[in-house]
C-alpha cells in the first residue's frame, strides 16, 4: 500500500522544484525583481531585516594593541580577519576566484538563472549540494549570515540548512546586494569575508598564512590555491591534504585557462609549479596570553576599556587600534 505513497525526500525536492521554477519564472521575466511575490509579509520583513544587517554590518576583524612607539603588544581577535579595499587585492585573486566560482559574475543581476536550473537539476537527481548554482552575491549571502549574523549553532546550522525557504531568502538578499553596489564593491566584500581554513578569514590574512605576504602580491599559483581552498578548506587544507590541494589547486588554473585565453602562457606556467606554502601557517597570536609579559597590561588595558562602555566582545570584533601609554624601553 505505501509503494505509491512518495517519501519524504521526493517531496522535499518537489517542494523545492516548485518553488525554485517559480522565482527563476519571476527572475527570467522580471530580472530585477525576481521572485518577490513569492514570500509571504513574514517573511518579506525577514529578509528585509537579513538584508539590512548585510549591507550596513561590519564583519570582525583584528584589534592591535600597541605601545607608545607603535609596536604590537597583543592582537585580540574572534575571527582573524583585515579588510583590505579594492586597490589592496591582486587582480590574479579577483580573476582566479570570479572564474571557479561564478563566470558569469559581471553579467547577471545577483542571481545567475542559468545556474540555478544547474543546481535544481542536481537536486533533483539526488544531488543535495546546490552550490553549483550559487552566484558570488548569494554566496556571500549565505556566508555572512554563517560568520558574522549567526550567534549560536543553532543559526549557524540555519545559516547553511539546504530549505527552498531559505534558498529563496538567499536570492531575495543577493538581488538586493547586486542593486546597491558595485561588482567590483561585492567582489572585494566577498573576498575580505570569507574563511580560508587555518583561522584565517579574508583574503588578506590568508594571504599572510600561507606565503607571508600581502593580499596585493598573489601571483597566479598563489591566487588559485586560495580560491579554490574556499570549496572546502577543511578538506582541502593543504598542510594536512597537500595532494588534495594541488589537484583543486590546478582544476581553478585550468578552468582559469579555459576562461582567460589571453592569460594562457602565464597561467600553463604557474600549473607546474609547487604548492609553495609556507612550511608552517603564519598565524597571528590572539589575546593578552601570547603579549608575555606584557600580558597584565594587556588584561588592565581591556578592563579600563570595558568600565568605559567597550566590552572584550567589542574589541574582538571592531578592528580597532588601540594606541596604549607603555614605554618599550621600560
Not at 554566496?139 to 549567526?150: E, I, P
Not at 590572539?286 to 597590561?297: E, H, K, N, S, V
Request: glycine share 10%.
Amino acid at each position: 500500500m505505501s509503494e505509491g505513497r512518495p517519501t519524504g525526500a521526493t517531496v522535499m525536492k518537489m517542494a523545492w522544484c516548485c518553488l525554485l521554477a517559480g522565482v527563476v519564472a519571476a527572475g527570467l521575466m522580471f530580472p530585477v525583481a525576481g521572485g518577490i511575490g513569492l514570500l509571504s509579509n513574514r517573511a518579506s520583513d525577514i529578509v528585509a531585516n537579513g538584508s539590512a544587517q548585510l549591507l550596513s554590518g561590519d564583519v570582525p576583524q583584528v584589534t592591535t594593541m600597541v605601545d607608545a612607539a607603535g609596536n604590537p603588544i597583543a592582537w585580540i581577535y574572534s575571527q582573524r580577519r583585515f579588510e583590505v579595499r579594492t586597490d589592496q587585492i591582486a587582480n590574479t585573486m579577483k580573476l582566479a576566484i570570479v572564474s571557479i566560482e561564478d563566470k558569469r559574475f559581471a553579467e547577471h543581476n545577483g542571481v545567475d538563472w542559468q545556474g540555478t536550473l544547474t543546481g535544481l537539476s542536481g537536486y533533483l537527481s539526488g544531488n543535495l549540494d546546490t552550490r553549483g548554482g550559487s552566484t558570488i552575491e548569494q554566496q556571500y549571502v549565505k556566508n555572512y549570515q554563517l560568520l558574522v549574523s549567526a550567534q549560536s549553532d543553532a543559526e549557524r546550522r540555519a545559516a547553511v540548512e539546504i530549505t527552498p525557504a531559505r534558498k529563496l531568502r538567499e536570492i531575495r538578499m543577493a538581488l538586493t546586494l547586486d542593486k546597491t553596489f558595485t561588482k567590483a564593491e561585492i567582489l572585494t566584500r566577498y573576498l575580505n569575508l570569507l574563511s580560508f581554513g587555518n583561522n584565517a578569514f579574508g583574503i588578506q590574512d590568508a594571504a599572510q598564512t600561507y606565503f607571508g605576504i600581502d593580499a596585493s602580491q598573489l601571483n597566479w599559483q598563489q591566487a588559485a590555491l586560495l580560491a579554490g581552498l574556499v570549496q572546502s578548506e577543511s578538506s582541502l587544507n593543504p598542510y594536512t591534504n597537500p595532494e588534495g590541494a594541488l589537484a583543486r589547486r590546478n582544476v581553478v588554473l585550468d578552468t582559469m585557462i579555459k576562461n582567460l585565453p589571453e592569460y594562457v602562457g602565464e597561467l600553463r606556467a604557474a600549473k607546474a609549479q609547487p604548492l609553495g606554502i609556507l612550511p608552517q601557517p603564519n598565524e597571528l597570536p590572539g589575546g593578552c596570553i601570547a603579549a608575555g609579559d606584557r600580558a597584565f597590561f594587556c588584561d588592565y588595558v581591556l578592563d579600563f576599556l570595558a568600565r568605559a562602555g567597550i566590552n572584550k566582545d567589542q574589541v574582538a570584533r571592531g578592528g580597532y587600534l588601540i594606541r596604549t601609554t607603555l614605554d618599550p624601553t621600560v
